[in-house]
């Protein structure tokens, strides 16, 4: 008898540089099935689930049904994800929120409207130990506020978000 873990998959340019790459040609469609994939999978010892989509946009529909399982995950991590905001709404409505200690929606596009959805949904996030919230596009007076949703935020190394205006002449 094997026995796998299938519970763990990394999918990053570190560590599988060249299946990046694939479904980076492959497009969008390619990370959907494979978040839809995850979606499907019978994993009841899930503990970890760690999604990201490389500075793409997650896609929404796969993430719903990956957080609408029955999965008791204490560590969530959707990260690098061109879409946070809208990432955000999904979390806290997720079925897997109430068992999660540590939430990382780190290294993506975080704005601070996405944080004020956060703020709102206090009252659901006070029972994490951890929300890691680096690397986003926060301003420094909404990683004030942020730092004290729960027991422990990281707020640093924020982005600026560079705009570039466009002249009609």
């Not at 570190?14 to 390619?30: D, H, I, Q, S």
């Not at 944080?115 to 951890?130: C, D, F, Q, S, T």
């Not at 004030?144 to 600026?160: F, G, I, M, N, Y």
Request: negative net charge; charged residues 15%; hydrophobic residues 50%.
């Amino acid at each position: 008898t094997w026995h796998v873990d299938t519970g763990f998959i990394v999918f990053n340019d570190r560590t599988y540089p060249n299946l990046v790459k694939l479904f980076a040609a492959l497009g969008e469609e390619a990370v959907e099935a494979v978040i839809a994939a995850v979606a499907t999978a019978n994993l009841p010892a899930l503990e970890s689930l760690l999604l990201s989509s490389g500075d793409a946009p997650m896609p929404l529909t796969a993430l719903a049904k990956v957080l609408s399982r029955p999965w008791t995950v204490s560590t969530l991590a959707i990260t690098r994800t061109a879409n946070t905001d809208l990432v955000v709404s999904h979390v806290l409505r997720s079925a897997l929120l109430p068992t999660l200690a540590r939430l990382d929606l780190s290294g993506g596009m975080l704005s601070d409207a996405g944080a004020r959805l956060l703020l709102a949904a206090a009252g659901k996030l006070e029972h994490l130990v951890h929300l890691d919230l680096r690397g986003n596009t926060l301003s420094p007076t909404m990683t004030k506020q942020l730092e004290r949703l729960c027991a422990e935020v990281c707020v640093d190394q924020q982005r600026a978000i560079t705009t570039v205006p466009i002249s009609d002449s």
